[in-house]
C-alpha cells in the first residue's frame, strides 16, 4: 500500500491537521493527495482526553471553533446538536474534561467516514506501528506490528503521543528517589483517578503529600486531592508542592493583573499578538484558582491545605520531608513515545528530543541529534518540545512547550498542513486560546 502521507497516532494532536483543514476549506485537496491514519485504538480524534477527572485548562469554546468556517458544508455536525449545547453550557468557562467524551466519539466518527469513504484514503484502527524505515528515495516504510503489511509514503506525521515519567530515579538530579517507591503516584494515573483506592488507604494513615514539580500537572494534582478525592483528609500545610520555579498566573490584559495585585512580570512576559499576559506560561482555570487561594491574590478564599516551596531546596530537609510523607506525587512531565526509524542502511536515528525532550523544530519537523531536519517527517503532540515563535504569538519569555487541542487544530495544525499542501497561508490566531 502507497500513500503521500500517513498519520501514526489520531487522536487531538494527530487529527488536528485535518480538523484545521476542515475548516479552512482545503481537505478535498488534501485528501486528494492520498492520506492513511493508522490508529491502535477504536476511533479517532478522541485519545485519552476524556479518561481525565479533572475540568479543562483551556475554555470550553475551545472545542467547538473546530466546527466554524467550512466544516458544516464538510461534516454533517447535526448530529452533534445535543453534545454541542451541553458544552455550550460551560461558555467561557472549563468544562469536566469527561463530559467531552460523546461529543469527541461522535466528532471523531464524521472524520473517520469523511476519510473511509475516499478513494484515495484509508483508516486503519486497531492497528500499532512497531518501526519506520527511511527508504534510498527518502520516502518510508512503515510496519505494522503483528502484520506482514507494509505501507509506503513520501511524508510521516508521528502523533503518538507522550508518557510519563514514572521511572524517575531524582528529583533536580540530586535527591534519590528509588527509596519512596512504594508510597509515590505519579500525577497522571493520579488526575484519572485510577489510584484512588491506594492513595485514600495511605492518606487515611498519614494525610502529609509532596507533589514534585510546579507546572499544571502539579497543581491539577493538589486540586484533585482537595477536590475530587477528599478534601476533609487534609490539614493546613498537609500538601507541599515543590517547584523550580515560581509559577506563573494568566491574565487577559494588564489591567487584569493589576486588579488582582499580581505584579510578577515585565513586558516581555505579554503576547504582543494577543496582549495576554503568560499566554503560554500562565496557569490556567482551576489550577490558577488554586494558586491565587495559595498565595494570597483571592483574600476572601484562603487555602493553607497546599503550600509552595521553591528552588533552591534544602536537600536534607526535603528529603525527610519525602520520608515522612504518606504520599509522593511526581509531576514530572512526559516524554514522547517515540517510534524507531531508521535510515537506508538500517541504523537507529538518533533524535535531539531523547535528551532535551525538543523533537521538533518550529516547522514541526522531526530533528536529528546534530539539530538538522529530518525532510518530510514530521511531529505533533504532548511532550514533542514545540516551542511558539513569531506570528504564531506567545510571551518572549517563555522558554517551555505548548500543547493544547487549541495549538493542534489552528497553529501547529497549520504548519503542518501547508508543508503537506506546500503553501504558505497566513496565520490566523483566532480568539479562543
Known amino acids: 500500500m502507497q500513500f503521500e502521507t500517513i498519520v501514526l497516532g489520531a487522536g487531538p494532536a494527530g487529527t488536528g491537521f485535518l480538523f484545521k483543514a476542515i475548516k479552512d476549506g482545503s481537505i478535498h485537496k488534501l485528501l486528494n493527495t492520498g492520506i492513511a491514519?493508522?490508529?491502535?485504538?477504536?476511533?479517532?480524534?478522541?485519545?485519552?482526553?476524556?479518561?481525565y477527572k479533572i475540568n479543562s485548562d483551556t475554555l470550553s469554546d475551545a472545542f467547538l471553533e473546530c466546527l466554524e468556517g467550512f466544516t458544516p458544508e464538510i461534516l454533517d455536525i447535526d448530529v452533534l446538536d445535543e453534545d454541542i449545547n451541553v458544552i455550550r453550557l460551560y461558555k467561557g468557562r472549563s468544562i469536566p474534561l469527561n463530559k467531552l467524551g460523546q461529543y469527541l466519539e461522535k466528532l471523531g466518527n464524521l472524520l473517520y467516514l469523511l476519510i473511509k469513504n475516499h478513494p484515495k484514503c484509508e483508516v486503519f484502527l486497531n492497528t500499532e506501528v512497531s518501526k519506520i524505515v527511511i527508504q534510498p528515495d527518502q520516502s518510508y516504510?512503515?510496519?505494522?506490528?503483528?502484520?506482514?503489511?507494509?505501507v509506503k509514503s513520501n511524508q510521516v506525521i508521528i502523533a503518538t503521543g507522550g508518557h510519563p515519567f514514572e521511572n524517575t530515579i531524582s528529583f533536580n538530579n540530586r535527591i534519590p528517589l528509588a527509596g519512596f517507591k512504594e508510597k509515590s503516584f505519579h500525577s497522571d494515573p493520579l488526575i484519572k483517578g485510577l489510584v484512588d483506592k491506594a492513595l485514600r488507604s495511605r492518606l487515611a494513615e498519614n494525610s502529609r503529600v509532596v507533589i514534585l514539580g510546579g507546572s499544571h500537572s502539579a497543581f491539577s494534582s493538589a486540586y484533585y486531592l482537595l477536590n475530587l478525592l477528599d478534601g476533609s483528609l487534609f490539614g493546613k500545610g498537609d500538601i507541599k508542592i515543590c517547584s523550580n520555579t515560581t509559577p506563573k498566573l494568566f491574565f487577559g490584559t494588564k489591567q487584569d493583573a493589576r486588579d488582582a495585585n499580581y505584579t510578577d512580570f515585565d513586558e516581555n512576559d505579554f503576547c504582543p499578538i494577543t496582549g495576554r499576559l503568560y499566554r503560554l506560561a500562565g496557569l490556567r482555570m482551576d489550577s490558577r484558582e488554586l494558586y491565587m487561594r495559595m498565595s494570597g491574590i483571592i483574600p476572601s478564599e484562603p487555602e493553607d491545605r497546599?503550600?509552595?516551596?521553591?528552588?533552591?531546596?534544602?536537600?536534607?530537609?526535603?528529603?525527610?520531608?519525602?520520608?515522612?510523607?504518606?504520599a509522593v506525587i511526581l509531576a514530572l512531565g512526559y516524554r514522547f513515545n517515540m517510534i524507531p526509524v531508521y535510515d537506508i542502511a538500517h541504523n537507529l536515528l538518533e533524535f535531539a528530543g531523547t535528551s532535551s525532550g525538543r523533537w521538533v523544530n518550529s516547522d514541526c519537523q522531526v530533528i536529528c541529534q546534530d539539530g538538522t531536519p529530518i525532510p518530510n517527517l514530521y511531529l505533533i503532540g504532548l511532550a514533542s518540545g514545540f516551542i511558539p515563535s513569531g506570528e504564531l504569538g506567545g510571551e518572549s519569555s517563555f522558554t517551555g512547550q505548548t500543547n493544547g487541542i487549541w495549538y493542534y487544530q489552528n497553529a501547529m495544525g497549520k504548519?503542518?498542513?501547508d508543508q503537506l499542501l506546500h503553501t504558505d497561508l497566513k496565520f490566523i490566531n483566532t480568539k479562543t486560546n
Open 141 to 150: 516504510l512503515t510496519y505494522v506490528k503483528g502484520q506482514d503489511g507494509l
Open 415 to 417: 504548519i503542518i498542513l
Open 37 to 51: 491514519i493508522i490508529e491502535k485504538s477504536r476511533s479517532l480524534l478522541s485519545g485519552s482526553i476524556t479518561a
Open 306 to 326: 497546599v503550600t509552595l516551596h521553591t528552588a533552591p531546596f534544602n536537600e536534607s530537609k526535603l528529603e525527610k520531608e519525602l520520608q515522612e510523607a504518606g
